[in-house]
């Protein structure tokens, strides 16, 4: 060990601005804040989207549609997915709870059954709603599709 080879240790320089701790901090005075307006005051927060005054972006683009808040929102699940499930697992009764081990779905979802693919085995499943498609598959099979 010689003089040459002697460091800080990690961590200890580079100290972090102290502002507003006096003019001998070199950060007194305005506290790197500037003269005036509102960013110089204490408790001031910049709204989100606030573009310094002129009008917003998003008070600037028309508005159109309508956004129904009564909607239902349905995870969709095709009947080849389940006929892939089954053949997987070998269950010919499927439950939401079956679904969401199997990962398909979450428990927040609502599933709706899809008539996308085909359906070659009997199946008893239950789900929140099923597509005309998709009830007459399960039933020409001898299944049956229940509504929770």
């Given at each position: ?92 009764t499927l439950t939401i709870d ?41 039933e020409a099979q001898q299944g ?5």
């Open positions: 060990m010689k003089l040459h080879n002697l460091t800080p240790s990690t961590g200890s320089l580079g100290r972090e601005k102290r502002i507003g701790r006096g003019e001998g901090s070199g950060h007194g005075g305005t506290s790197t804040r500037g003269h005036k307006g509102a960013q110089s005051r204490s408790g001031y927060s910049r709204k989100k989207g606030f573009e310094g005054g002129q009008m917003p972006l998003q008070r600037r683009l028309p508005k159109f549609g309508f956004n129904n808040i009564n909607r239902v929102e349905f995870k969709a699940v095709n009947l080849s997915t389940l006929q892939t499930l089954v053949e997987k697992t070998g269950v010919s079956t679904l969401i081990e199997a990962g398909l779905v979450s428990r927040n979802h609502k599933v709706k059954v899809l008539g996308n693919g085909t359906l070659t085995v009997k199946l008893d499943i239950s789900a929140h709603a099923f597509s005309k498609a998709a009830v007459a598959q399960i049956t599709a229940t509504i929770i």
